[in-house]
């Protein structure tokens, strides 16, 4: 059995599901549900010998179940699939008016496309084709978000640069001014230890020569 259990939630609350399986996988889907962030994303859970892959979409979540030999070519073609007939079939004010299995009538198509994907071998050979597109799809997406990100920390680096090299500018101009004041405390202690090394000088005169510093006569 490859797929085994497939769901479309709005967040966590359920509104169709299909289980193939005998056992209840409740209490694992319940989990993996509240563990979903609400942005867009594709993941998938590991849980015993079991992969939980997931679609998240414009708030709708689409799951589906599968033995581990599976990989994840054909679930998440399965997932769009889902997707395509589930937003195909509903309005969007049924889906987000709906309660909980509100939409459960939905469950037998979930059915009819776990048997197909699961028993239709040309199934897979199309989910092949249609992976490879989605794929390089989430490569170049992948690729511009990872551009965007470098941009900002490009961005953020010239920033950064900018405050340094006005930093460095204060810095100077306060290195300047420091320097020029120096310079002017260095004139006025020269000028004064002038002024004082005179009036020394005329001491000494003045003691040998008098006040009016008459030393010839």
Same mark, same amino acid.
């Not at 966590?12 to 289980?19: P, V």
């Given at each position: 059995m490859s797929l085994i259990h497939a769901l479309v939630s709005r967040g966590?609350? =359920?509104?169709?599901?299909? %289980? +193939?399986g005998k056992r209840d996988f409740s209490? +694992?889907? !319940?989990? =993996?549900? %509240? !563990? =979903?962030p609400p942005n867009n994303s594709k #993941?998938?859970?590991v849980w015993e010998q079991y992969l939980f892959h997931y679609v998240s979409d414009g708030g709708l979540t689409y799951m589906v179940m599968a033995d581990d030999s599976v990989g994840r070519r054909m679930p998440f073609t399965f997932l769009g699939e889902l997707q395509r007939k589930f937003t195909a079939r509903y309005s969007t004010d049924a889906i987000?008016?709906?309660?909980?299995y509100g939409l459960s009538e939905f469950s037998d198509e979930i059915a009819k496309l776990m048997n197909y994907y699961t028993n239709?071998?040309?199934a897979d050979?199309? %989910?092949? +084709? $249609?992976?490879?597109?989605? $794929?390089? !799809?989430? =490569?170049?997406?992948h690729n511009v978000e990872?551009? #965007?990100? *470098?941009?900002? *920390?490009?961005? #953020?680096?010239v920033d950064k640069t900018n405050d340094f090299a006005a930093q460095a500018h204060m810095f100077r101009r306060g290195a300047r001014n420091v320097r020029r004041q120096q310079f002017w405390r260095n004139q006025k202690i020269m000028f004064l230890s002038a002024i004082v090394a005179l009036f020394f000088f005329y001491l000494i005169l003045a003691d040998f020569c008098g006040a009016k510093l008459q030393c010839g006569s």
């Open positions: 966590d609350t =359920i509104l169709a599901e299909h %289980s +193939a209490a +694992a889907v !319940k989990t =993996i549900l %509240s !563990k =979903i #993941l998938t859970y987000f008016d709906a309660p909980a239709t071998p040309q050979a199309l %989910s092949a +084709a $249609q992976a490879d597109l989605a $794929q390089v !799809k989430d =490569i170049m997406v990872q551009i #965007l990100s *470098r941009g900002e *920390r490009i961005e #953020l680096l």
